[in-house]
């Protein structure tokens, strides 16, 4: 069965600091990786998606940045935090071969607070 | 372009009532629909979809939606809810293009009350 994993679950850093969010997804090949942010009382931004290795769109221009150094891994980073990058990320993942369910699989999130 | 409508931000329901979350979309293509439940402090989770067939589709654990096209609504029932079901509820559609045309609505507290 497939599984998908994120670390850290919870962040504190200061404002400027970096950050390093990962994602790993087993138990499938060449999924298509998405990063979302869910702000306080809001509801959920996508940021990032992959359809394959090193291929990444961005749907919001911000600080943030995400790669996909290999297939089942997606990585979100920033060089320098703001306090508006305070949220809950949430990567998640879906096929994209055989018929469409359409299903999103999403981790358990990471909680980022910038101080 | 997508669109999803969630009127209600908060639904407060007592124990053993019935509930209905509303949603509604907007799109200029066939759509798929789907409902997402998000616990506290954890991802979400596909409560239901609907993809084709049956418009009226139904989860495990006693929820049910019913597609109406000429209304565009996806809207989510329970006859009687229990304080389990306390959680935030997202309405999403899709166009079958995955990556950016999964678009999903602002969410729906529900909190049920002893």
């Known amino acids: 069965s497939q599984t998908i994993h994120q670390w850290p679950a919870t962040l504190v850093q200061p404002v400027g600091s970096p950050l390093s969010l990962e994602c790993t997804v087993e138990g499938t090949s060449n999924p298509n990786l998405y990063w979302y942010r869910q702000a306080a009382g809001r509801g959920l931004q996508l940021l990032f998606y992959s359809v394959g290795i090193g291929q990444i769109s961005s749907e919001v221009p911000q600080n943030l940045s995400a790669s996909r150094p290999q297939d089942r891994q997606f990585i979100l980073s920033s060089k320098k935090l703001l306090l508006s990058d305070s949220g809950f990320y949430l990567c998640?993942?879906?096929?994209?071969?055989?018929?469409?369910?359409?299903?999103?699989?999403f981790g358990e999130g990471s909680r980022l607070t910038v101080l | 372009a997508q669109s999803v409508t969630q009127l209600d931000s908060q639904v407060p329901v007592f124990e053993e009532a019935p509930v209905e979350l509303r949603c509604n979309y907007s799109s200029s293509v066939s759509v798929y629909l789907f409902w997402y439940v998000q616990y506290p402090n954890q991802g979400l989770q596909l409560l239901l979809k609907y993809l084709s067939g049956s418009t009226l589709v139904e989860s495990i654990n006693g929820f049910e939606a019913e597609f109406n096209k000429s209304q565009t609504s996806f809207h989510l029932r329970k006859p009687s809810v229990h304080i389990s079901d306390t959680a935030e509820y997202f309405c999403?559609?899709?166009?079958?293009?995955?990556?950016?045309?999964?678009?999903f609505g602002p969410g729906t507290r529900l909190s049920v009350l002893p």
């Open positions: 999403a559609v899709s166009d079958g293009n995955y990556g950016q045309n999964f678009v």
């Open positions: 998640a993942w879906s096929s994209n071969t055989g018929t469409y369910t359409g299903e999103l699989f």
